[in-house]
């Protein structure tokens, strides 16, 4: 007679080891990115008017990619982080919420000639930081992988039996 010793992991586990995972990654990749923008600034600046217009477009996609990585992992770093923090129900007044939101995206939404439209936000019982941060997430994506034209971020909401609905949508590239 033979047995295997067969381990399984719980839901848990899994979600730890993954926010563990994606910390340390997180934080570790963190480090040489901003080396190699700072770096690729500091050889930019140096090099100054020499530069030909090939190696000044090269520098410049460098220092751009090494932008956009930091904004990946800062974003991986704060998803490893959300279940870390206590989830806190209270009474969320998304109207402040959003407020909040549609000022911190205001900047970009300006220089795009972007629009948000939401109508009024009910008062949920939720963590009003995690709302922030899901919603801010949300309207941040649709203003980073935008097509041409203005952003037109739109939310609705409806209230169901014993529960509320939101649906985003926006104009940009999206995924199907």
Request: with cysteine.
């Amino acid at each position: 007679m033979h047995d295997d010793l067969v381990t399984a992991r719980t839901t848990t586990d899994a979600e730890e080891e993954f926010r563990d995972f994606a910390y340390i990654v997180s934080h570790d990749l963190a480090g040489p990115v901003r080396s190699m923008v700072a770096f690729s600034q500091i050889l930019k600046e140096q090099i100054g008017k020499t530069i030909t217009d090939d190696d000044q477009l090269h520098l410049d996609l460098i220092v751009e990619s090494g932008q956009k990585l930091s904004e990946m992992i800062q974003g991986l770093l704060a998803f490893s982080r959300l279940n870390t923090v206590p989830r806190v129900s209270t009474v969320c007044d998304l109207e402040i919420v959003l407020a909040r939101c549609y000022m911190e995206a205001q900047p970009r939404l300006d220089a795009t000639k972007g629009v948000l439209n939401y109508p009024r936000m009910p008062e949920i019982t939720a963590d009003p930081g995690r709302m922030f941060t899901l919603f801010y997430a949300l309207i941040d994506n649709a203003l980073k992988f935008r097509s041409e034209a203005a952003p037109d971020i739109r939310i609705q909401v409806e209230e169901k039996a014993d529960f509320w609905q939101f649906r985003i949508s926006d104009n940009g590239i999206g995924i199907d």
